[in-house]
C-alpha cells in the first residue's frame, strides 16, 4: 500500500498561488507550458512525494487551476463538474481512499484496478469526494485566471461577495478579509449574509403562504445546491414542497447589479457545488465567477495581501444580522427563518427538522415522501456541520462554526427584520429583479 506524506491540499495551494502571480504579471498566455513545472517546483519542498503520480498531477492541476478539464479540454457541458486527472488515481494502491464513502448517490465508479470515474449524471455536485482523495487526483476546475481578468479589464465594478462561513477561514478577523479583497481590486466586498437576511424575509412569507395550503410542510435548499440537486435527481415526489426562493448567493448577485447596471460579481465561499449553481441557465445572470476560500487566499497571497500578515488592512463589516450569519452552520438556515416567522406571524408555529449531511438529508426526504417526518419545516445541509463543513474550508468544522458564531454575536442586529439594510434591499431592489427560481425534478435511472 501506499503512504501519503504531502496532503494534496498544498499541491492544489501551489497551483492556485501560481496561476494568480501568472495573472497578475500579466503572463497568462504562458500558463499551459510553465505551470506543470512551477507545481512540481512547490510540490519539491513539500517533502516525499511516495504515492503521487506527481508529473500527472501537476499537469491536471495546471489545467483545471485555469477552469479547464485536466486534460486542457472545456465544455458547456463541463464548465462546472468535478473531475479526476488521468493518471493521478493510484486504485487499489490507496492505503486510505474515502472518495467512494463519502459518496451517497453512487456517482464514483472503479474499474478492476481500483481506479475512479464519475457519473456525471449521477453527481450532485457537492464535491465532498475532492478533499477525501488522498492523491488529489479529484478535482473541481478555478476561476482565478477569470477574476483577474475581470478585475484589470476596466469594463466596470467588480464586486466580492463572501459566504457567510467566511468568519475564521483566513487567519484574521473577517475586518482584514474584505480589506484584503479591496486591495486585491474588488470595488466593494459585501456579505452573502445580506442576502441571507434578504431571503429569510421571503421565506417567512412563504411559509405562512404554505401553512395555509392543503399541504402544510415546506423544504427550504435555498442555500444549498447539491441538496437542491439530490431532491430534483433522487427524491422528486417532494419537490413541489421546496420553497421557491434562489439562494441568497444569486439573490445578492442580482440585487447588485439592479443597483448597478454593469456591474460583475464574484462570490468566495467553502461551497464547490456553487460553481455548479452558478452556472445554471435560469440562475446564470447573477454571478460571473465563483472562487473557492482555498483557491481566494493564495490568490491574495499571491499579490502580497495576506489578511493573516496585513493589519494594516482592515475595514468594517456591518452588513448582516446575527441570523444572516448563522447560514453557514447546520440549523442556522431554519433558526434564522423561524425567529423571522416568530416576530411577524406569532399565530404561526415552526417545527424544524434538519438534515446535516447529504446522508441524512436523503434519509429524512425518504420519510417526507412517506409522510412520516414530523415537522412543518425541513432544512438540508449536504455537508456535515452546514456550509462551514464545505470542501474547500481552510479550517476545521467546529473551529469555523465557533468563528462564525462568535462574528454572528457581533453583528447590531438580532434577525432579519431589523435588519434595515437588508428591508432597504428588499424593499428598493427586490421588486426589480426575480429572488424565485422553479424547481425541475430530472429524475435519474435507478
Given at each position: 500500500?501506499?503512504?501519503?506524506?504531502?496532503?494534496?491540499?498544498?499541491?492544489?495551494?501551489?497551483?492556485?498561488?501560481?496561476?494568480?502571480?501568472?495573472?497578475?504579471?500579466?503572463?497568462?498566455?504562458?500558463?499551459?507550458?510553465?505551470?506543470?513545472?512551477?507545481?512540481?517546483?512547490?510540490?519539491?519542498?513539500?517533502?516525499?512525494?511516495?504515492?503521487?503520480?506527481?508529473?500527472?498531477?501537476?499537469?491536471?492541476?495546471a489545467w483545471t487551476a485555469q477552469g479547464y478539464e485536466p486534460d486542457?479540454?472545456?465544455?458547456?457541458?463541463?464548465?462546472?463538474?468535478?473531475?479526476?486527472?488521468?493518471?493521478?488515481?493510484?486504485?487499489?494502491?490507496?492505503?486510505?481512499?474515502?472518495?467512494?464513502?463519502?459518496?451517497?448517490?453512487?456517482?464514483?465508479?472503479?474499474?478492476?484496478?481500483?481506479?475512479?470515474?464519475?457519473?456525471?449524471?449521477?453527481?450532485?455536485?457537492?464535491?465532498?469526494?475532492?478533499?477525501?482523495?488522498?492523491?488529489?487526483?479529484?478535482?473541481?476546475?478555478?476561476?482565478?485566471?477569470?477574476?483577474?481578468?475581470?478585475?484589470?479589464?476596466?469594463?466596470?465594478?467588480?464586486?466580492?461577495?463572501?459566504?457567510?462561513?467566511?468568519?475564521?477561514?483566513?487567519?484574521?478577523?473577517?475586518e482584514r478579509v474584505k480589506g484584503a479583497l479591496r486591495a486585491f481590486?474588488?470595488?466593494?466586498?459585501?456579505?452573502?449574509?445580506?442576502?441571507?437576511?434578504?431571503?429569510?424575509?421571503?421565506?417567512?412569507?412563504?411559509?405562512?403562504?404554505?401553512?395555509?395550503?392543503?399541504?402544510?410542510?415546506?423544504?427550504?435548499?435555498?442555500?444549498?445546491?447539491?441538496?437542491?440537486?439530490?431532491?430534483?435527481?433522487?427524491?422528486?415526489?417532494?419537490?413541489?414542497?421546496?420553497?421557491?426562493?434562489?439562494?441568497?448567493?444569486?439573490?445578492?448577485?442580482?440585487?447588485?447589479?439592479?443597483?448597478?447596471?454593469?456591474?460583475?460579481?464574484?462570490?468566495?465561499?467553502?461551497?464547490?457545488?456553487?460553481?455548479?449553481?452558478?452556472?445554471?441557465?435560469?440562475?446564470?445572470?447573477?454571478?460571473?465567477?465563483?472562487?473557492?476560500?482555498?483557491?481566494?487566499?493564495?490568490?491574495?497571497?499571491?499579490?502580497?495581501?495576506?489578511?493573516?500578515?496585513?493589519?494594516?488592512?482592515?475595514?468594517?463589516?456591518?452588513?448582516?444580522?446575527?441570523?444572516?450569519?448563522?447560514?453557514?452552520?447546520?440549523?442556522?438556515?431554519?433558526?434564522?427563518?423561524?425567529?423571522?416567522?416568530?416576530?411577524?406571524?406569532?399565530?404561526?408555529?415552526?417545527?424544524?427538522?434538519?438534515?446535516?449531511?447529504?446522508?441524512?438529508?436523503?434519509?429524512?426526504?425518504?420519510?417526507?415522501?412517506?409522510?412520516?417526518?414530523?415537522?412543518?419545516?425541513?432544512?438540508?445541509?449536504?455537508?456535515?456541520?452546514?456550509?462551514?463543513?464545505?470542501?474547500?474550508?481552510?479550517?476545521?468544522?467546529?473551529?469555523?462554526?465557533?468563528?462564525?458564531?462568535?462574528?454572528?454575536?457581533?453583528?447590531?442586529?438580532?434577525?432579519?427584520?431589523?435588519?434595515?439594510?437588508?428591508?432597504?434591499?428588499?424593499?428598493?431592489?427586490?421588486?426589480?429583479?426575480?429572488?424565485?427560481?422553479?424547481?425541475?425534478?430530472?429524475?435519474?435511472s435507478a
Amino acid at each position: 500500500m501506499l503512504h501519503y506524506h504531502i496532503a494534496p491540499h498544498k499541491i492544489r495551494a501551489a497551483a492556485f498561488y501560481e496561476i494568480a502571480s501568472l495573472g497578475l504579471a500579466g503572463r497568462l498566455a504562458e500558463a499551459p507550458e510553465v505551470l506543470p513545472g512551477l507545481i512540481e517546483q512547490h510540490a519539491g519542498q513539500f517533502g516525499e512525494q511516495e504515492g503521487f503520480n506527481l508529473a500527472a498531477l501537476s499537469q491536471g492541476l495546471a489545467w483545471t487551476a485555469q477552469g479547464y478539464e485536466p486534460d486542457g479540454s472545456l465544455t458547456p457541458d463541463t464548465a462546472s463538474t468535478v473531475s479526476v486527472i488521468p493518471g493521478a488515481c493510484r486504485g487499489n494502491a490507496h492505503e486510505k481512499c474515502a472518495c467512494s464513502e463519502v459518496c451517497v448517490v453512487g456517482a464514483l465508479q472503479r474499474n478492476a484496478d481500483g481506479v475512479v470515474t464519475i457519473e456525471q449524471e449521477r453527481c450532485v455536485r457537492c464535491g465532498l469526494c475532492v478533499p477525501a482523495c488522498p492523491a488529489g487526483a479529484i478535482t473541481d476546475k478555478a476561476e482565478i485566471r477569470q477574476t483577474i481578468t475581470m478585475i484589470k479589464d476596466g469594463k466596470g465594478p467588480v464586486y466580492a461577495i463572501l459566504a457567510p462561513a467566511f468568519a475564521g477561514q483566513f487567519g484574521a478577523p473577517p475586518e482584514r478579509v474584505k480589506g484584503a479583497l479591496r486591495a486585491f481590486g474588488f470595488s466593494e466586498v459585501y456579505e452573502v449574509a445580506l442576502a441571507a437576511d434578504v431571503i429569510t424575509l421571503q421565506e417567512a412569507e412563504e411559509f405562512k403562504e404554505r401553512m395555509q395550503s392543503e399541504e402544510p410542510f415546506m423544504i427550504t435548499s435555498c442555500c444549498c445546491p447539491s441538496f437542491l440537486r439530490l431532491v430534483e435527481k433522487y427524491r422528486t415526489r417532494v419537490g413541489h414542497l421546496v420553497s421557491t426562493s434562489v439562494s441568497p448567493m444569486v439573490a445578492l448577485g442580482r440585487l447588485l447589479k439592479a443597483k448597478e447596471p454593469g456591474a460583475r460579481v464574484v462570490f468566495i465561499g467553502p461551497c464547490i457545488a456553487k460553481k455548479s449553481e452558478a452556472k445554471r441557465p435560469e440562475l446564470a445572470d447573477a454571478v460571473e465567477v465563483v472562487l473557492t476560500f482555498e483557491e481566494a487566499l493564495p490568490m491574495l497571497k499571491a499579490a502580497g495581501l495576506d489578511p493573516a500578515s496585513r493589519i494594516d488592512l482592515a475595514v468594517p463589516v456591518e452588513d448582516a444580522s446575527f441570523g444572516g450569519r448563522a447560514y453557514a452552520y447546520i440549523g442556522g438556515v431554519s433558526g434564522a427563518i423561524e425567529k423571522t416567522i416568530n416576530r411577524l406571524y406569532p399565530e404561526l408555529e415552526v417545527r424544524a427538522v434538519q438534515g446535516n449531511g447529504i446522508g441524512e438529508c436523503n434519509k429524512l426526504l425518504k420519510m417526507a415522501e412517506r409522510g412520516e417526518l414530523e415537522g412543518n419545516f425541513m432544512e438540508g445541509m449536504a455537508c456535515p456541520g452546514g456550509c462551514v463543513g464545505g470542501p474547500a474550508n481552510l479550517v476545521k468544522t467546529d473551529y469555523g462554526r465557533e468563528s462564525v458564531r462568535a462574528f454572528a454575536e457581533q453583528s447590531k442586529v438580532r434577525d432579519a427584520s431589523s435588519n434595515l439594510l437588508a428591508i432597504q434591499f428588499f424593499e428598493e431592489l427586490a421588486p426589480r429583479v426575480k429572488l424565485t427560481s422553479a424547481k425541475k425534478p430530472k429524475r435519474v435511472s435507478a
